[in-house]
């Protein structure tokens, strides 16, 4: 056995063989370590852009010159009402993409309209989303040139309302979906909380339970990704979610999303909402046909109930109030619009979904991403887990809906890859992320 004495080490050129290459290797281990992890730091300070973007940075540099239709492109003038005699499909849309919501479903909806009527998309460049939590700007877009004119934008970012005005004609429709604040947060606490550093302290087997006891004791406003856990529906629109509740600036936010917004759905109504949406664009019943995608498995534990729900609900009491406020005016366009007329449609479409489902999916269910046989069907997980359901298609579907079915069944991700988004930073994420088995 070599002797060894802490006041006399070899030097490694007089080490034996076996430990000399000990050394080496942990030297080169090093090295590997630190270039990785300068890597990965490059590659965040490009894809996680600062929190507190202002408004006034966000804007286009070039004079935020507005989009300019090319010249013949008909500028289709729709009555407010889409039922309305003579009224023709509207094509240029502005979905502000909210999180966890259904979104995902929506977003869905949309690129099939787009795809199947070959309009033009504004989508990001690198990323699945518009360098969010970053506010949005119109340099962001891919390709994005002075004056282009698009027809859809509809992938995540932080709202602002005058760089995206700027790439749809004046008469674009805008639409958002909203959810009850309390369930939309117990969502993005199991979806995002495990990359928010301050939940990393607690300790409880029920994490939620716990930061609900006492969420100041946890909640750090400058925290990263704090942004996720609460009122993350006034994030998601431009707003500062820190607000008093008491300052008059809350409902002058309310009030100013309901001037710009066409129609906000309410995602605990989502077929009501999907037989507005088409009412209010004039489209066809196959149009706004929809698998839920995105949807995260059942939790073993009970959901929020009770006092735990009325804390969340007042954690996120900005949110809260949105909430009320577009749930009250959602039910004025439902009675607008006909309860019996409402019911008909909506009847209509949960047998055309349910008729969908038997054509299309392979066991007539969404299934663990375990037993996804398709990489192609596989949607993005969150960090740690694999939460979130998925579909296999079925192998034998005849012509006339084998194309509708892969479409309705393809995640976000592969979809945007299919309609040739660059995702150079998205692929790479999940490459990184693969290897780590995160």
Request: glycine residues 6%.
């Amino acid at each position: 056995m070599w002797p060894w004495t802490w006041d006399r080490q070899l030097p490694v050129s007089e080490m034996p063989l076996p430990q000399k290459k000990r050394w080496e290797s942990m030297a080169k281990g090093l090295v590997l370590g630190a270039l990785f992890t300068s890597f990965l730091l490059l590659l965040y300070s490009y894809a996680v852009p600062p929190l507190h973007t202002g408004l006034a940075s966000a804007r286009t540099p070039e004079g935020t010159a507005p989009c300019s239709p090319a010249p013949g492109e008909p500028e289709t003038v729709t009555p407010a009402n889409g039922s309305a005699a003579g009224c023709q499909p509207r094509r240029d849309i502005v979905f502000m993409k909210t999180h966890k919501t259904a979104s995902s479903t929506l977003l869905n909806i949309l690129f099939r309209f787009g795809q199947k009527h070959g309009l033009k998309f504004a989508f990001p460049n690198g990323r699945n989303d518009f360098d969010y939590p970053a506010f949005f700007a119109r340099s962001l877009v891919q390709d994005y040139r002075p004056g282009a004119c698009f027809n859809i934008i509809c992938n995540h970012m932080r709202f602002h309302y005058e760089e995206v005005r700027g790439l749809v004609p004046p008469n674009a429709t805008f639409i958002t979906v909203l959810r009850d604040p309390a369930r939309l947060f117990e969502s993005s606490f199991h979806y995002f909380g495990s990359v928010v550093p301050f939940t990393w302290k607690l300790s409880s087997q029920d994490k939620l339970a716990e930061f609900l006891q006492d969420p100041d004791r946890y909640y750090d406003p400058n925290g990263y990704n704090a942004h996720y856990l609460r009122n993350l529906l006034f994030f998601d629109l431009g707003y500062d979610s820190g607000l008093d509740p008491g300052s008059p600036q809350v409902q002058e936010h309310i009030l100013e999303v309901e001037r710009r917004f066409h129609l906000v759905l309410l995602q605990e109504y989502f077929d009501e909402s999907l037989v507005l949406l088409k009412d209010l664009l004039c489209w066809e019943l196959e149009d706004v046909l929809y698998f839920k995608l995105n949807a995260r498995r059942d939790p073993a534990g009970p959901r929020l109930s009770g006092e735990l729900y009325r804390r969340a609900t007042a954690w996120n009491v900005l949110d809260a109030r949105l909430y009320r406020h577009f749930n009250a005016s959602f039910w004025r366009k439902v009675e607008a619009f006909g309860r019996e007329r409402m019911a008909r449609e909506v009847a209509t479409l949960r047998r055309a979904n349910e008729r969908m489902r038997r054509i299309c999916i392979d066991g007539g269910r969404a299934v663990d991403a375990a037993a996804i046989q398709d990489s192609a069907m596989q949607p993005w997980q969150p960090l740690g887990a694999k939460s979130i359901l998925g579909y296999n298609l079925k192998k034998s579907i005849g012509r006339r809906h084998a194309q509708l079915c892969r479409r309705m069944l393809t995640p976000e991700i592969q979809y945007l890859m299919d309609l040739g988004v660059n995702l150079w930073v998205t692929k790479l994420w999940k490459f990184i992320r693969d290897f780590l088995q995160w």
